[in-house]
């Protein structure tokens, strides 16, 4: 997980934009990353959400990259 973390630090500090092909490809692996269950693309949703909403998950992101559970 921490490689795939690197590379989405590293994507945003290029300025990335979402709905891009490499941005969909980061979140292709994100979701292949989550191996305990099958993520469905609203899941990813919410599990963004929750990094966002949740101290620890942000704290967590934003500590490899200010603004990236963003």
Do not use: W
């Not at 609203?42 to 909403?53: F, K, T």
């Amino acid at each position: 997980m921490s490689g795939l973390e690197a590379k989405l630090a590293d994507a945003k500090r290029r300025g990335i934009k979402p709905g891009s092909d490499e941005t969909n490809e980061l979140a292709e692996q994100h979701c292949t990353s989550l191996y305990y269950y099958e993520v469905a693309p609203s899941m990813q949703v919410r599990l963004g959400r929750m990094y966002i909403a949740n101290r620890r998950f942000k704290k967590h992101y934003d500590g490899i990259e200010p603004g990236l559970a963003q």
